[in-house]
């Protein structure tokens, strides 16, 4: 039975490693950032989609309100 002997890592390939582990680091760093900016952007559009929403209903209520306020009214009268 041969001992398979452990293929020794050089300190260049070490290096190599370490330095794409911090380049992806920095990467999903960056991706989280970004994906964080994305949700507030998109929290801040809903936002103000609800606002505008919001506002034209209430003009529409207002605008209800006013037509009856000018709309004549008319009274029944009884004949006796």
């Given at each position: ?61 207002g605008?209800?309100?006013e ?5 004549p ?8």
């Amino acid at each position: 039975m041969s001992q398979e002997k452990e293929k020794e890592v050089s300190r260049e390939e070490v290096i190599a490693w370490y330095k794409d582990q911090i380049e992806l680091a920095t990467l999903r760093a960056d991706l989280a950032e970004q994906q964080n900016r994305a949700a507030k952007a998109d929290a801040e559009r809903m936002q103000a989609t609800m606002f505008i929403a919001q506002v034209q209903v209430q003009g529409k209520e207002g605008e209800e309100e006013e037509q009856e306020e000018k709309a004549p009214v008319a009274t029944l009268k009884r004949k006796k």
